[in-house]
């Protein structure tokens, strides 16, 4: 998993491109060009495509998964993965049936939703930061042990019966079109912003990300950070899980199982390294949309999930591989 | 002695002596004969994967796609039966079709140099999407399996059915060809420290897809063996069992950094494995805890390791405040 640096030399250009033709040879800008290209796409293909209620409800195929992928777009920039987000958003929604059950009401049952992905965000923290174990098997790890701990739970049983009120989180609507969902997206996507390129601890993650070793030196808490980190992708999975528990009116073992690989597509496609370093919060806005309107136009032209989850691992891959294909010429 | 108690091996023979002797205490059937004979053969595919794993990890790699190849080979070993194909013609189709779609996760790993676990992620959700497509979803049943290809992995061979023969074999297989043949060696030399490997003349990226190509077979043959014995094939067969071969290697003491691991810890981890998920309907809890265990087990084990690999170093900055 490590790469090898050849000993080629390394070529300084005379003067640092413009501001203009940096932007415009960026990741982030070929991603709008994707964006906009699907997007006429479908207003061909379909009919239904340009209503402002059904793209208002296209918006719900990526506003969960792109608020874990925010979190997991800067633990991937420190250089750490976590491979459990979808198993926390199981443990997260099963603690929430249990409270329901246990005759809460709402308040309280969103709350559990997000202590509980905070929580096992921590656990998979002590284990990384405090521990130094490898991010991939502990999270391989964590990944069957809290999915595991929902079917201890429910086995083949679910969860219904949340309270009305309840509903608001995966199903209202804040203003006209605006979802919940949509909105808290909006919050999320300008409140990592802020993190990632406005904050001192943003600028630690990218430290991090490009030499650890440095980074201890010049005085970052590093473990300390990594270990935030954590806490935040599980802060982020347990309000998703809010969201898909709300939006489904129930709960399964099974619920959310492989959205780690959507979450990671979407990370990756975003533009972040997925060897830790560089990487951006808009690159992750514009991947979300761009694979919330491919679903949906999928979705729109009856094709079937399955063939949507081929394209989607052809997608991460070609998205890593296309790149670096270029390069080497 | 002392090197005996510190031997990973060692240990884990010990913990899974001392596990089976705690069951058979209760529930002394767990011992008889025939039930241990049972045992074996459930993990004998876990033992393969395991093996499989084993090489493509020592190599600082991860094959997150196993069970999708084992699924996808099961599944064409499956069609190709009910067309009426000879069973050998079966088996060779198998394995070079699980090295086929190996060498597809090797070749963007060593061409590419995309991270594999990212290569496998993705070629996981590929291949078992493929078998949708190969049968718009439709389930293989056992009246549709014929006799002899049902039989292979049941027939019964001195007291063991041949589907643990064929993970003894490849046990001793790779046990020669882990310590006796360059190339096994060259996989624990690029894992342990590739740029020494590169010195000394090992091309890491074709040693890793090497170690991809027989996982992939490993796979293959695996899946023709799963769907034979289990006489049923469909789109989730093996779903998630990936974890549970991971977990084997990490508990058998492979480091995920690569470069450390043997053979008989994997399979010894395999064991552990099996002997747990055996053991749990005897004792009478739920089949619905195996996969937090196994969950728990992988997290122990790879804590453990930590433990045991650290090396102490010397110390440069002193901590001020803990």
Redesign the interface.
């Given at each position: 998993?490590?790469?090898?640096a050849s000993p080629t030399t390394r070529n300084i250009p005379d003067r640092l491109q413009s501001p203009l033709s940096r932007a415009l040879r960026s990741w982030e800008t070929l991603l709008v060009g994707v964006a906009i290209a699907i997007f006429i796409a479908n207003s061909f293909a379909s009919p239904y495509f340009l209503n402002v209620w059904n793209l208002s409800d296209a918006t719900f195929n990526f506003t969960e998964k792109a608020m874990i992928a925010f979190a997991m777009a800067m633990l991937i920039i420190a250089g750490e993965?976590d491979l459990s987000v979808a198993s926390i958003i199981a443990l997260a929604s099963t603690a929430m049936g249990l409270v329901m059950q246990a005759g809460f009401g709402t308040p309280v049952i969103a709350l559990t939703g997000i202590a509980t992905g905070v929580l096992c965000g921590a656990i998979n923290g002590t284990?990384v930061a405090r521990?130094?174990?490898?991010s991939?098997?502990?999270t391989?790890?964590?990944?069957?042990?809290?999915?595991?701990?929902s079917?201890?739970f429910l086995?083949d049983q679910a969860f219904t019966g949340y309270p009305k009120d309840f509903a608001f989180f995966g199903q209202g609507y804040v203003w006209w079109v605006i979802s919940f969902e949509l909105a808290l997206f909006t919050l999320a996507a300008l409140a990592f912003y802020l993190l990632l390129h406005r904050s001192n601890f943003g600028r630690a993650v990218y430290v991090i990300g490009n030499n650890a070793t440095a980074a201890q030196?010049s005085g970052i808490r590093v473990a300390r950070v990594r270990f935030t980190l954590f806490v935040l992708t599980g802060l982020m999975s347990g309000i998703a899980a809010v969201c898909l528990t709300s939006r489904l009116g129930s709960t399964r073992p099974s619920i959310a199982t492989?959205m780690e690989?959507e979450v990671?597509?979407m990370v990756?496609l975003g533009g972040v390294s997925?060897?830790g370093g560089s990487g951006r919060i808009l690159g992750v806005v514009l991947a979300a949309l761009i694979m919330g309107l491919v679903t949906f136009g999928f979705g729109l032209l009856n094709v079937?999930g399955?063939?949507m989850?081929?394209f989607?691992?052809?997608l991460?891959?070609s998205t890593?591989?296309i790149p670096?294909?270029i390069r080497r010429k | 002695m002392k090197t005996l108690m510190k031997s990973r091996e060692a240990l884990l023979a010990i913990v899974i002596l001392l596990m089976t002797a705690a069951i058979a205490l209760r529930f002394p059937a767990f011992v008889a004969p025939g039930n241990l004979v049972n045992v074996i053969n459930d993990t004998a595919p876990l033992m393969i994967l395991a093996l499989g794993q084993m090489i493509v990890i020592l190599t600082k790699c991860i094959d997150l796609s196993v069970t999708a190849t084992l699924a996808l080979t099961g599944m064409t070993a499956a069609l190709l039966n009910g067309m009426g194909v000879p069973l050998p013609v079966i088996l060779v189709t198998v394995i070079a079709l699980g090295a086929a779609l190996g060498a597809v996760n090797g070749l963007l790993v060593w061409k590419v140099g995309i991270p594999s676990i990212v290569v496998t992620l993705g070629t996981m959700t590929i291949y078992r999407s493929m078998i949708f497509l190969m049968t718009d979803g439709k389930w293989v049943n056992a009246h549709q399996m014929s006799d002899g290809f049902k039989a292979l992995p049941r027939a019964v061979l001195l007291g063991f059915p041949v589907m643990s023969w064929i993970a003894f074999a490849l046990i001793a297989l790779f046990a020669v060809f882990m310590t006796r043949t360059a190339l096994g060696r060259a996989l624990y030399a690029v894992g342990g420290n590739p740029h020494a490997a590169v010195y000394a003349g090992i091309n890491v990226g074709k040693t890793q897809f090497a170690a991809f190509v027989l996982s992939g077979a490993l796979a293959g043959l695996t899946g023709y063996l799963w769907i034979a014995r289990y006489a049923v094939a469909y789109v989730d067969v093996a779903s998630g069992f990936e974890l549970n071969v991971v977990a084997a290697c990490v508990i058998g003491g492979i480091s995920i950094a690569g470069g450390v691991g043997s053979v008989a810890g994997v399979i010894l981890g395999a064991i552990f494995l099996g002997v747990i998920a055996n053991a749990l309907p005897v004792i009478g809890i739920s089949p619905f805890w195996q996969m937090a265990i196994s969950g728990l087990a992988i997290v122990i084990a790879v804590a453990f390791n930590a433990t045991q690999s650290r090396i102490p170093g010397r110390l440069i900055l002193k901590k001020v405040s803990a």
């Open positions: 998993m490590t790469q090898i993965i284990f521990f130094g174990l490898p991939i098997v502990v391989i790890g964590t990944m069957s042990l809290f999915r595991g701990i079917y201890i086995g030196f492989g690989l990671i597509t990756v997925i060897l079937p399955i063939v989850s081929i989607l691992g052809l991460l891959i890593i591989a670096r294909l | -």
